[in-house]
Nanobody, 119 residues
């Protein structure tokens, strides 16, 4: 069974930086798109950034120029570098991955990591 394990969340002041990591483990034939989403209580989960296996990226308008998504395919790991953080970035951040196993195409979510930005 494939698992995604996130790390790197925490409390930071506005203007500060954090780096999130998400490592995929298990029997993976091929790791496709990997992404970061976030959710605040009472709202739907929203896409923050996504990166394809070839390295193409896409960002939510609200984070463009401040966040950078990257991946290390050798480590099956995706990162989210968050700079110039704002209080409105406060949320639980979830990692998501699409991957192929011996039984077919699957997706998985991480357990979530809290990011809190104080003003």
């Amino acid at each position: 069974q494939v698992q995604l394990v996130e790390s790197g969340g925490g409390l930071v002041q506005a203007g500060g930086s954090l780096r999130l990591s998400c490592a995929a483990s298990g029997i993976i034939v091929r790791l496709n798109d990997m992404g970061w989403y976030r959710q605040v209580p009472g709202k739907q989960r929203e896409l923050v950034a996504i990166i394809t296996s070839g390295g193409s990226t896409n960002y939510a308008e609200s984070v463009k120029g401040r966040f950078t998504i990257s991946r290390d395919n050798a480590k099956n790991t995706v990162y989210l570098q968050m700079n110039s953080l704002k209080p409105e970035d406060t949320a639980v951040y979830y990692c998501n991955a699409e991957f192929r196993t011996i039984t077919g195409l699957r997706t998985a979510w991480g357990q979530g990591t809290q990011v809190t930005v104080s003003s």
